[in-house]
């Protein structure tokens, strides 16, 4: 029986458990809530949303044995709390959802619970058609993200571009005598498409190096110094492409820091399509599924970023993943999947907090009024400056032209491309091995959450 | 000298005082003061707007003799607050006004004093374009604006059409130790039209007729109880009109019912063109002025109520004052404008609450709770099945087809609409002597505003 983490524990028979309900009970409550929540509410007339619907909480009991409003279940007698439904549906609305698909993919079809899901102490799941994540968050966080919400929605209506997470619900599962929150929210990293790097970045040096038990993983997730020793010249986008980054980066940690918060991260999936390509070559079999599109608005990292009336031109790509595409120092293409997480943690443990006072400390703030700020700008300057490089207009062809069809063509453009670098003061890294590379063979369908 | 209403009052010399602040004072500071904020905003680079926004004060001092950022000038000190700077150029923004032309607007050109202010004791200001007024407003008023800013943001960002004030700032100038509040909005009526009739109208009953002070009036605004025996066939609307014109009205209802407002009123003017055309006939001259476009987005009231997707077809009509099309019961063709007004007001007066309390009590609300909810859906009632009335589709050409050209052409279809009107039960009032005809020479240019 493995160690308890936080709520989450194993039971006797091998069964996750979280406060002591079983995976099985818990996904069964939340499909069975979520059918009741959304066709009760498609029943409702649609009106707007007021200030008052971020405060309202539904709630309907679900017996075993069933009632004349809910079905009987073999599971114990639970209550369904469905938080600020009104407000909600609005955003999956604005998300471009529709109220039966968001129910059909979480309610009939089976959820997939993700083996890989750190050190938090939370369950995730995964929905069948890989278009939404169910976590489990604690008091602090649900009850933080509540507070959110009017900000939230003020933040979507002037900007349906962001990388923050798309918040889909808030529900909680009051069963034996302990609440289970849960948040429904977008798939950042499609399980299709094969990361053969993560990164969890904040900015910060400080204890920023992934351990060596996470280095065991499969697909570890690196950290900011990992991630300065081995991809020490960044992730080369094209103008526009990264205005676009940093812009929607820039307006949402102006959000963030409207509302003191911290700690968040970028986690970043990179796809590497010419190291797919070898991979394909040298592998028995190539993985059979492909990538999928993904249903919702603005819910891949492309659409996060890319303004509604920017033509990028020579951008579109036939990747229907939404990845943003970029190159390596090697020149090699990459689809890059980014989405900024771990929005409501800072509110959970004041050991966290302690922990990223340090941090900053550390970093070099002195003056803790300042830290939402301070935390924001080093945020910025870390992806803007370091993470993501641009590169000049009349070299944008050496990113993009290969993008046309994502396929296993030849690489003719990385010698030009690595010149390029040279003259323009750009150190390609080609011949140092890197971290990285050691964990060329990763399996997919392996994401690591953190909201 | 005249009585004092309120803070208003007049000086020995005969002019306008509030708060002992001559008028002319007043609107030099108000003048010297938006000039300042707009530029200075101006510099400020684009951001988005947050939650933290709305309870910005930004404030100035205006010394008399100058300093390096502010004019020297010929009034006494004073300080000049500008609320919710950021919120306030986001709502401009949403309305299409730019920023150079509200300074111009208001700041480079005379303010004309509304001399038929009614009983509140507030000053008011209409700019010469004729787009904006400036109301003062009690310090309970300006503090409960603030509060409904966040809400006020929602209901714009779902629904740009609204009958409620489109406010456009909010300020304060301190002088002599007093605040003068103030607040910028859209003008409802066009100066540059005729109003044949005015209403101030709310679906009560209780004590709902215009004094006889009120009825001396060059144009009197009438209330409920004169609409009912007046007008007790109401204003017919096409059907796409006046489904526009109720949605409209159902949905600000909800968003005022949401904060709890009440004593709000529809202030209605009446243009009747066949009259227009008769008076034009019996006098000596014209009013030279045209009908000017406003300039502002969403501000007439058939752009309020119009959805964007709505074809309105027939309806487009060359005015541009933006009346709504409409007939009275003798197939008059007429022009209505409408807008809400007094939403801020049931939070100044103990008074005035007690007096709503009273009429609520007198038209049958016994439960005190619920008074809001019973106030819109009275005032609903009242807009949709009385004053409003829907013409069906067939006949829709009765109501719209002579708008075509808003000009003095023969009435040909009046015949076949009051036929319309017995057969469908509705009983046209056209040799019933009206208290309405006795205003027909009415004086342009004097509007009566409580918002």
């Not at 066709?39 to 017996?63: A, H, N, Y």
């Not at 509540?146 to 933040?155: A, D, S, V």
């Not at 033509?311 to 970029?326: C, H, N, R, V, W």
């Not at 050496?398 to 003259?423: A, G, Q, R």
Request: some cysteine; aromatic content about 10%; charged content about 25%.
């Amino acid at each position: 029986m493995k160690k308890t983490i936080g709520h989450r524990g194993i039971n006797p028979t091998g069964e996750t458990t979280y406060k002591k309900t079983t995976s099985s009970a818990l996904k069964g409550a939340i499909q069975l809530g979520i059918t009741h929540t959304v066709g009760s509410l498609t029943q409702k007339p649609e009106r707007d949303v007021l200030l008052q619907d971020f405060e309202v909480v539904d709630s309907i009991f679900f017996p075993n044995e069933g009632s004349n409003l809910t079905p009987a279940h073999h599971y114990g007698d639970f209550k369904f709390k469905t938080y600020a439904p009104i407000a909600f549906r609005y955003f999956r609305e604005m998300f471009g959802i529709r109220p039966d698909d968001y129910m059909y993919s979480l309610c009939n079809e089976r959820l997939i619970e993700l083996s890989n899901s750190g050190a938090s102490g939370s369950i995730f799941y995964l929905s069948s058609d890989d278009e939404y994540i169910i976590k489990t968050v604690q008091y602090k966080e649900a009850e933080f993200l509540q507070k959110l919400l009017p900000g939230y929605f003020m933040n979507l209506n002037q900007n349906k571009r962001t990388l923050l997470p798309k918040f889909y619900g808030l529900y909680c599962v009051q069963a034996g005598g302990k609440n289970i929150r849960i948040v429904v929210m977008n798939n950042l990293l499609p399980s299709a498409v094969r990361m053969h790097v993560k990164f969890d970045l904040k900015g910060s040096t400080y204890k920023r190096r992934a351990s060596a038990k996470e280095r065991e993983k499969a697909v570890p997730t690196f950290k900011d110094l990992d991630f300065m020793q081995d991809m020490a010249d960044g992730l080369m986008l094209d103008n526009d492409m990264y205005t676009a980054v940093c812009k929607t980066i820039q307006r949402d940690c102006l959000l963030l820091q409207s509302f003191k918060i911290m700690d968040y991260s970028i986690l970043l999936g990179i796809h590497n399509l010419d190291q797919a390509c070898r991979e394909r070559d040298s592998e028995a079999a190539a993985d059979p599924r492909k990538p999928q599109g993904q249903k919702s608005l603005y819910s891949t990292a492309i659409e996060a970023i890319q303004a509604e009336t920017a033509s990028m031109g020579s951008l579109d790509t036939e990747d229907k993943t939404g990845g943003i595409p970029a190159r390596n120092s090697k020149g090699e293409r990459l689809l890059v999947y980014i989405g900024i997480i771990d929005i409501l943690q800072s509110y959970r443990l004041a050991k966290k907090l302690e922990h990223s006072w340090k941090a900053l400390v550390h970093d070099g703030d002195t003056v803790s009024v300042h830290r939402p700020g301070f935390y924001a700008d080093r945020f910025q300057r870390f992806m803007c400056n370091f993470v993501f490089r641009r590169v000049l207009r009349k070299h944008e062809s050496c990113l993009t032209e290969h993008y046309d069809k994502v396929s296993c063509s030849e690489n003719t453009h990385i010698e030009d491309f690595t010149n390029y670098m040279y003259t323009n003061g750009l150190k390609p890294l080609i011949t140092k091995p890197t971290t990285i590379n050691k964990h060329r063979h990763l399996r997919p369908f392996t994401n690591i959450y953190n909201i």
